[in-house]
């Protein structure tokens, strides 16, 4: 079946700094890939649409400068949260779509951010 | 206001137990998926519906969709304790097939 790979699972950074997570899908290709935010206990909140070769897709009240996210190839979506802040600590999580036009999504394993 | 509403937010059942949980909408749901997480992993899929009145089953869980595309239930026939988790459900509202819209998940607890 299809996989996504979500690396890290978890990481601690320092304020300020800037944090890379990587999303892949290993065994198809994905025209669009989701990245998700999820707080304790809430809902997956949709950060942004990626699209490969094309800019993300934004959803309301996310900020494009601090989220910033590629989508380079068929198989591989990066989101970096720039200049991390505490409130920026969260777990974050990632989905693929195939390109065959399939109506599944995958799920990456999620990736733990801890700002301190 | 949320766009999904999943209930109950929580439940304890005892292992062999039947259970069902919802999720509903004021939309029309184009496309339901009903996933399973544990804290802080990934989701695991769990079944897709998107025709009206459709109903799947795989092992001991059935999920429905009513005929107007604005409900969905998950039912677990005998509980057991591999069944604990979060039981999220997420739609496509929009009919674009674009993304997915999630409700805030169930956690389910089964006693041994």
């Known amino acids: 079946g299809a996989v996504v790979s979500q690396h890290p699972s978890w990481v601690i950074c320092k304020s300020g700094t800037s944090v890379k997570i990587e999303c892949r899908s290993l065994d198809f290709q994905a025209t669009t890939m989701f990245w998700y935010r999820q707080f304790p206990k809430q809902s997956l909140m949709l950060m942004a649409t990626?699209?490969?070769?094309?800019?993300?897709?934004?959803e309301q009240g996310v900020e494009k400068d601090k989220f910033l996210i590629n989508h380079a190839s068929l198989t591989l979506s990066t989101l970096t949260v720039t200049s991390a802040h505490p409130e920026d600590s969260s777990f974050y999580i990632c989905s693929a779509r195939e390109m065959s036009g399939g109506f599944g999504y995958t799920f990456g394993s999620g990736t733990r951010l801890t700002v301190v | 206001s949320q766009e999904l509403e999943q209930s109950p937010q929580s439940l304890i059942v005892q292992e062999g137990k039947n259970l069902t949980i919802n999720c509903t909408s004021s939309k029309t749901l184009y496309g339901l998926y009903w996933y399973k997480q544990k804290y802080g992993e990934g989701l695991i899929f769990l079944m897709m519906?998107?025709?009206?009145?459709e109903e799947k089953s795989h092992e001991k869980i059935t999920a429905k969709l009513d005929e107007k595309k604005q409900q969905s239930s998950l039912h677990i026939t005998a509980s057991q304790p591999s069944h604990a988790g979060i039981y999220l459900c997420g739609a496509d509202i929009t009919g674009a097939n674009s993304k997915l819209t999630f409700g805030k998940g169930i956690t389910l607890s089964v006693r041994p």
């Open positions: 990626s699209n490969e070769g094309s800019k993300a897709t934004y």
């Open positions: 519906l998107q025709k009206g009145g």
